[in-house]
């Protein structure tokens, strides 16, 4: 069994991709368009004009696949519930990290020294995904 975030950016997809290949380094290993489907969407499903918007794609940060979408590109994502926790191998790899997700996002609990980490800190990024950055034990 294998459990896979999949995350809905309502028509920020590409957008956030490029955002986590610069940022994370994530390798992009599948993406299809709504206009590259096999089969036409649904009615009401995607509105007009959202044929260029993403259907799915997957990629790759380190060794965890992660899946996304447009889903209805109605342009309101909303991220709640969750974080994607992100273990770093040491101390200056989770500053870069936390800086780089944190670009354009919010902190939500600044880098620090934990009982159980040399680091570690929450923040949303641009996009409102949550994400949690531990340095390893």
Request: aromatic letters at 10%.
């Amino acid at each position: 069994m294998q459990v896979q975030p999949y995350l809905f950016f309502d028509g920020r997809c590409e957008e956030a991709v490029g955002f986590y290949r610069s940022k994370l380094g994530a390798e992009v290993t599948m993406l299809m368009r709504f206009k590259d489907s096999p089969e036409p969407p649904q009615p009401g499903m995607v509105p007009p004009g959202s044929e260029d918007k993403v259907m799915h794609t997957s990629f790759r940060i380190g060794d965890t696949a992660v899946m996304a979408s447009d889903g209805r590109c109605l342009g309101q994502p909303s991220f709640q519930g969750f974080s994607l926790s992100l273990t770093v191998p040491d101390d200056a790899e989770a500053e870069r990290v936390f800086a780089a997700l944190g670009d354009g996002g919010q902190v939500q609990m600044p880098l620090t020294e934990t009982f159980f980490s040399s680091r570690f800190g929450m923040v949303a990024d641009r996009f409102g995904v949550s994400w949690m950055i531990v340095v390893a034990p």
